[in-house]
């Protein structure tokens, strides 16, 4: 499975973003779906993840009520909506897929094929 991370940029806090991920090379209704942020100098976390239907998400506390994930399985391509952003959101998102049961967790040794990551700068 390839998967391309796209959308990212430079955001004024308080503002939006999209990001999307297209998978290319298998079944993408196949996999569940996360996203995770990598900040400079700290270890790669969770952000968001759904269910292969689209039927079930989970997000991390930290962008609760902010970040909404979904998908689209006709267009192979799963998205992650972001609202009031903060500097804290800066990093580098990445996506990944999983072939593992879903579970709603943050674990991300779950995840199988992971995507180059798009930048995402938010500036105070």
């Known amino acids: 499975v390839q998967l391309q991370a796209s959308g990212g940029g430079l955001v004024q806090a308080g503002g939006s973003l999209r990001l999307s991920c297209a998978a290319s090379?298998?079944?993408?209704?196949?996999?569940?779906m996360g996203w995770f942020r990598q900040a400079p100098g700290k270890e790669r976390e969770f952000v968001a993840a759904?269910?292969?239907?689209?039927?079930?998400?989970y997000y991390a506390d930290s962008v609760k009520g902010r970040f909404t994930i979904s998908r689209d399985n006709a267009k192979n391509t799963v998205y992650l909506q972001m609202n009031s952003l903060k500097s804290e959101d800066t990093a580098v998102y990445y996506c990944?897929?999983?072939?593992?049961?879903?579970?709603?967790?943050?674990?991300?040794?779950?995840?199988?094929?992971w995507g180059q990551g798009t930048q995402v700068t938010v500036s105070s």
């Open positions: 090379g298998d079944t993408f209704s196949r996999y569940s």
């Open positions: 759904i269910s292969w239907t689209g039927g079930s998400t």
């Open positions: 990944a897929c999983s072939r593992s049961r879903w579970v709603p967790d943050s674990n991300k040794a779950r995840y199988d094929y």
